[in-house]
């Protein structure tokens, strides 16, 4: 069965920086586009980045864009998504979803993506 899993998470300083990695199996990684979302204590799942399934395209929500970079390598079939500059409002559990449809408009919404991990927990302390 397709199985992603999640790790990279932790405790860290504002300012400070994290590399998530998100490992998959059971599925043709390199014809999944990928993305990150996120979801704090009481909030809806929001979008973070997402990766087309060649790397020519990525894609941020506003408020990480210049910190955080999703990348992946398909012949470890494993997405990332490295995090600088790490405020407290970053606090989140994170989790990575594979998309079958590359092509997708409304991409940010999670509802169409077709696989999630089970999340990593990323604490941003002041």
């Known amino acids: 069965q397709v199985q992603l899993v999640e790790s990279g998470g932790g405790l860290v300083q504002a300012g400070g920086s994290l590399r998530l990695s998100c490992a998959a199996s059971?599925?043709?990684?390199?014809?999944?586009?990928m993305g990150w979302f996120r979801q704090a204590p009481g909030k809806e799942r929001e979008f973070v980045a997402r990766?087309?399934?060649?790397?020519?395209?990525?894609d941020y929500t506003d408020s990480v864009k210049g910190r955080f970079t999703i990348s992946r390598d398909n012949a470890k079939n494993t997405v990332y998504l490295q995090m600088n500059s790490l405020k407290p409002e970053d606090t989140a559990v994170y989790y990575c979803?594979?998309?079958?449809?590359?092509?997708?408009?409304?991409?940010?919404?999670?509802?169409?993506?077709?696989?999630w991990g089970q999340g990593t927990q990323v604490t941003v302390s002041s």
């Open positions: 979803a594979a998309d079958q449809d590359a092509y997708r408009f409304g991409y940010r919404s999670p509802s169409v993506y077709d696989y």
């Open positions: 059971g599925l043709i990684f390199s014809r999944y586009a």
């Open positions: 990766i087309t399934t060649n790397s020519i395209r990525t």
